[in-house]
């Protein structure tokens, strides 16, 4: 996950780390190295310096993790904040994901690449 903070390689560590989800289920090494991958894609997202086709790149790598994730982890609970909190990752990922579009970004939730 270190590539995804280089500049020169950040958008073919996306790419690569989404089709690898898009395949097949990521493994991870423990939950906390799970949602950090969460945080760094959505600070990806969230920043002004990136540009949308990388902030695109990084919506569509946080779906393709929740495809192959499966509802039997029931003992971990994701939370956000204080009130909000999810059993389920796929929740957890779609509301970090919705909190963090902004009104001049509002397309990017919507574009679907391939």
Same mark, same amino acid.
């Given at each position: @996950?270190?590539?995804?903070?280089?500049?020169?390689?950040?958008?073919?560590?996306?790419?690569?780390?989404? *089709?690898?989800?898009?395949?097949?289920?990521?493994? $991870?090494?423990?939950?906390? &190295?799970? =949602?950090? =991958?969460?945080?760094?894609?959505?600070?990806?997202?969230? &920043?002004?310096?990136?540009?949308?086709? =990388?902030?695109?790149?990084?919506?569509? &790598? =946080?779906? $393709?993790?929740?495809?192959?994730?499966?509802?039997? %982890?029931? *003992? $971990?609970?994701?939370?956000?904040? %204080? &009130?909000?909190? !999810?059993?389920? !990752?796929?929740? !957890?990922? @779609?509301?970090?994901?919705?909190?963090?579009?902004?009104?001049?970004? @509002?397309?990017?939730?919507?574009?679907?690449? !391939?």
């Amino acid at each position: @996950m270190y590539h995804l903070d280089d500049v020169n390689l950040s958008q073919a560590a996306i790419i690569s780390l989404g *089709e690898t989800a898009r395949n097949g289920q990521l493994v $991870f090494s423990s939950q906390e &190295t799970k =949602l950090n =991958l969460v945080d760094i894609l959505i600070k990806k997202i969230q &920043t002004s310096k990136e540009t949308n086709k =990388l902030k695109e790149k990084a919506a569509a &790598t =946080l779906g $393709f993790i929740c495809i192959h994730e499966t509802e039997n %982890e029931t *003992e $971990f609970v994701y939370k956000i904040d %204080e &009130t909000k909190s !999810f059993q389920s !990752f796929n929740k !957890f990922v @779609m509301q970090k994901l919705l909190n963090s579009s902004q009104a001049k970004q @509002m397309e990017l939730h919507v574009n679907y690449y !391939f």
